[in-house]
């Protein structure tokens, strides 16, 4: 590019490079997102607290092929205690335990799921609120806009930031104790069920991350304000839980039956998480004797209602997410 | 070929016109873009790297289409904000690389092209440091560096000497004058008018989202022929009448100062004659030169009351 | 009489230095306050509108001392600088407030707002929500309740920002008027021009310190190691120079271009003295003469030598 000139007439120098047609800037966004979001320590603290649910599972896993091969003798009781606490169900009676593994470690992956969807909603209430309300604060907008980025691509850039955080404490974790149990103790059964399994929780985590990413960015899309955010999500999850309890205590059970999933978020994700993991049809032919459920083993609700619900807030959200989107990019001269 | 080019483009919010029926063709070269507030310069360039599309009416930019090119002119043009425009938690080397990135630039050629355009504008070990802590000067010349990160062909800038004191203002006024020379067509928007006179060649006069004038700095600048100012010590009376004994008019007279008209062009030394002769020392002999703000104010006025 | 007075006065914020030690005198009229960045312009306001203590030292206005002497403050109108407003009330009602915040009320506040608000030429927006005004028209508003007591002193922190050249223009126009009718001015701004163009008195500041005040002629004067340049544009600048190169008092010459000369001299006046003869003898045809560097964007360079 210089030519041999000593000394150049004006110092600035231009470059021949090319510009690519930029199909992935949304994944540049991605990037900056979570490494800016990543240098709080309280995010960097949530996530590997997250993280240490892979031990608990590890652990159950274990104690589950430990428990194989006591069956029968009596060191098996505190075991059998263990079980019926942490999955909600008496196993003692069972007499060929390897039959019933597939089912178990789906019931210990739906008690992590159980835990994560408390850690998601933290997690989502610190990283999530800043995506876009820190760039409307910081009126970042109108470098954007001016570059060939396009208002979806900001869109799908910011949504995956925060799907990057909750897959951090929902996805991530889940395979992981997947592929660590599966080490440790040789799995959930044939390696076809492995793969099911594991496609299954990839389905699960993945929708879990995107439709509770989309509500946020919704939110973080209606003002400056990070902190308004933060209020509005978790007044989200807190008060639909809240509604539904109360939907559930005043109308008898049998009458709403298809409804009653369908008012919290989190209670749609688990009817959802259940449907997809066959547990209806799993606990139909382990036929195990009523006695032996502590507590109801499928959460009530339809699975169609529950995602009609959560495809719903989806698309509701990112469509809001969209047009305010859009909006900014218009203005953003004189913003 | 003009690098930017309106036919009748109209922008209107509901009720309210920002920009009525505008036609301009802008040459090469750094070109001012002046006008109240109010008067449609940020709808302008809002239309113009396609954030809001026109409500009738064409325009192209660097040749392509706004209507249908604008991925394209982003690419082409470089954009500086009025206002500060950072990303919360970039270091200034950070910042112009995602800058670059976004507009398509790879991960290398970002880096080794935001590390030119730094040294470019001055940033140095400045660069490594968190961009909220930059003073304005800092501010704007950061700004600056990610809008020519991809080397664009045609820079929009938007008040650029905002905040700096009067050693930044050079500075980044010697930036400007250097990216003209370096080939690339520069748009400045500001209401410093004595920074326009002087990096620009042509300007846009802008009022009410019409178009009220364009002119060349230099044809404005041109001295008068026959109007001059004098700045003087001495014995003011006396000179007065050594100039009128020559035919020079004057028009006005102040302590130490006098307005003259010369009886023709060329006759300047009837002045340093009537000087030397009433003893009086003559310090300064300025003609007359049309500023930008006359410009200016005389099109504005034109508005409101044609 | 000196309106404000600086004793020895320095202040600091934890570490860092504000003023350094200074002491000096702002009269009548309109004085012109330019420094760089972080000079301490802003802080010599604050200070002389009692919202900063001194750290040590002294300063009056008026003859009385600003710090915790709300009564003082009457006699004074501020405009700081930045962008903060109550976003919900109209303009005419800020200015109502503040109004009676300085001890106005009845007939006379209203007669005062309504007069402010046109010379600050607001009256077409004064009764919409500052929320909705241009940073130029916010800019006009905050001028406004500087204004509107009638203060006998006014100090303005960049009181041009953001204003397109048409309120400019009214702004230096409505400062000259001011001064006119006997009000002081204490202005600071980045835009060296306007300010030459309102005063030719100047304070200016660098690092907490004074490094010039007074007449800018008499600073310039007064700067013996940067000797004057005097340009002189004519046809023939080479025989010009010849002439002139014989002068003792000149000390340097330059074609800076085809039609320019540049003469550097430590006394020009005794130049300028003998300039129109010399020219007048060689026949050379001259179309201007001009000083070079006696604005104050000159002299302000020579003294803040400071890196942007």
Redesign the interface.
């Known amino acids: 590019m210089t030519t041999a000139h000593t000394v150049q007439?004006?110092?600035?120098?231009?470059?021949d490079?090319q510009?690519?047609?930029?199909r992935w800037?949304w994944l540049?966004?991605v990037c900056?997102g979570v490494r800016?979001a990543a240098?709080r320590s309280r995010t960097r603290g949530l996530v590997i607290a997250g993280g240490l649910l892979v031990l608990g599972s590890c652990g159950m896993f274990y104690a589950l092929s430990l428990l194989e091969t006591l069956v029968g003798t009596s060191q098996a009781r505190g075991l059998y205690d263990f079980i019926r606490v942490m999955l909600g169900v008496d196993v003692s009676g069972v007499a060929r335990l390897e039959e019933l593994r597939g089912l178990l470690w789906r019931c210990v992956f739906l008690l992590a799921v159980h835990i994560q969807m408390f850690w998601v909603v933290l997690m989502v209430a610190q990283a999530g609120p800043g995506v876009i309300a820190?760039?409307l604060?910081?009126?970042?907008?109108?470098?954007?806009?001016?570059?060939?980025?396009?208002p979806l691509t900001y869109l799908v850039g910011k949504w995956m930031t925060v799907v990057v955080f909750i897959a951090m404490v929902t996805l991530i974790p889940n395979l992981a104790s997947l592929l660590l149990g599966t080490w440790m103790t040789g799995g959930p059964g044939t390696w076809g069920e492995f793969l099911v399994l594991a496609g299954d929780l990839l389905v699960s985590g993945l929708g879990l991350c995107v439709v509770a990413g989309a509500i946020v960015i919704a939110l973080s899309s209606l003002t400056s304000d990070r902190r308004y955010v933060t209020g509005a999500w978790l007044a989200i999850c807190v008060l639909l839980v809240a509604a539904q309890a109360v939907v559930r205590d005043a109308l008898p059970a049998d009458s709403v039956r298809g409804f009653l999933g369908c008012i919290s978020l989190k209670d749609n994700v688990l009817v959802l998480t259940e449907w997809l993991f066959g547990m209806r049809e799993a606990w139909e032919t382990a036929a195990l004797p009523s006695e032996a459920f502590i507590r109801a083993p499928l959460s009530e609700g339809s699975p169609g209602c529950a995602a009609v619900v959560l495809a719903g807030w989806t698309v509701g959200a990112l469509l809001l997410c969209y047009r305010q989107v859009v909006r900014f990019?218009?203005?953003?001269?004189?913003? | 070929m003009s690098v930017l080019n309106c036919h009748n483009l109209v922008k209107s919010y509901g009720r309210i016109t920002a920009l009525s029926s505008v036609t301009l063709a802008v040459e090469p070269g750094v070109v001012g873009l002046l006008g109240p507030n109010g008067a449609g310069k940020s709808t302008l360039i809002s239309v113009l790297l396609g954030q809001t599309p026109a409500t009738s009416g064409e325009g192209s930019v660097l040749g392509l289409d706004i209507r249908r090119r604008q991925r394209q002119i982003r690419r082409q043009v470089g954009f500086m904000p009025e206002n500060d425009c950072l990303i919360p938690g970039l270091s200034g080397i950070g910042y112009v690389r995602y800058a670059g990135r976004l507009a398509g630039m790879t991960h290398g050629d970002a880096m080794q092209r935001a590390h030119e355009v730094l040294d470019y504008v001055d940033l140095d070990e400045a660069r490594y440091r968190p961009a909220e802590e930059y003073s304005a000067g800092m501010k704007q010349r950061l700004k600056l560096a990610q809008a020519l990160v991809h080397d664009p062909d045609l820079l929009l800038l938007d008040e650029p000497t905002n905040g700096m004191d009067p050693q930044g203002r050079q500075t980044m006024l010697a930036l400007i004058s250097d990216l003209g020379r370096a080939g690339i067509s520069v748009l400045l928007s500001s209401h410093l008018l004595p920074d326009v006179e002087r990096v620009c060649a042509r300007v846009l006069i802008m009022g009410g989202g019409e178009l009220l004038a364009t002119g060349g700095i230099a044809e404005m600048k041109r001295p008068h022929a026959t109007l001059y100012r004098l700045e003087y010590s001495g014995d003011g009376a006396v000179f007065r009448r050594r100039l009128a004994e020559r035919n020079v008019a004057v028009l006005e007279h102040r302590d130490g100062q006098l307005n003259i008209e010369l009886p023709g062009e060329g006759t300047q030394r009837l002045v340093l004659e009537a000087a030397c002769e009433a003893e009086a020392q003559l310090h300064g002999l300025h003609p007359k030169r049309s500023s930008l703000e006359d410009m200016f104010m005389g099109a504005i006025q034109r508005q409101t009351d044609p | 009489m000196s309106i404000i007075e600086l004793n020895a006065l320095s202040k600091w914020y934890g570490e860092v230095i504000g003023l350094n030690n200074v002491t000096t005198r702002v009269g009548h009229g309109i004085t012109g306050l330019v420094g760089p960045n972080g000079a301490g312009k802003s802080t010599l306001m604050g200070l002389a509108m009692g919202q900063l203590r001194p750290s040590k030292g002294a300063i009056t206005v008026f003859g009385d001392r600003v710090w915790d002497n709300p009564h003082v403050l009457t006699r004074i109108g501020y405009c700081p600088e930045g962008d903060a407003f109550w976003p919900n009330v109209t303009g005419r009602q800020f200015v109502t407030f503040l109004g009676r915040a300085s001890g106005m009320h009845g007939a006379a506040l209203k007669t005062a707002v309504h007069e402010v608000i046109e010379s600050t030429g607001m009256t077409p927006h004064a009764d919409r929500a500052i929320r909705g005004y241009s940073k130029g028209m916010r800019q006009r508003i905050k001028l406004a309740q500087t204004l509107v007591h009638r203060p006998q002193l006014l100090i303005l922190d960049e009181p041009f920002t953001g204003a397109d050249p048409v309120a400019r223009h009214h702004l230096a126009d409505l400062f000259r008027e001011l001064a006119e009718r006997g009000v002081d001015i204490l202005l600071s701004s980045h835009v060296l021009h306007e300010v030459e163009a309102l005063t030719r008195q100047i304070l200016m500041i660098d690092h907490g310190r004074i490094v010039a005040e007074g007449d800018l002629q008499t600073v310039r004067r007064e700067l013996h190691d940067r000797p004057h340049a005097i340009r002189v544009r004519l046809d023939q600048p080479r025989r010009l120079g010849r002439r002139l190169v014989d002068l003792e008092e000149v000390m340097s010459l330059r074609i800076a271009a085809a039609d320019t000369l540049i003469i550097e001299t430590a006394s020009p006046d005794r130049v300028h003295h003998q300039l129109s003869g010399i020219i007048l003898e060689e026949g050379i045809a001259v179309r201007e003469i001009a000083a070079a560097d006696e604005s104050l964007e000159a002299v302000f360079g020579y003294l803040t030598n400071r890196s942007a």
């Open positions: 007439s004006c110092r600035y120098s231009r470059w490079g510009l690519s047609r930029s800037t540049m966004i900056i800016l240098k820190n760039d604060k910081a009126r970042a907008l109108p470098i954007y806009f001016a570059k060939p980025v396009t990019s218009r203005s953003a001269a004189n913003v």
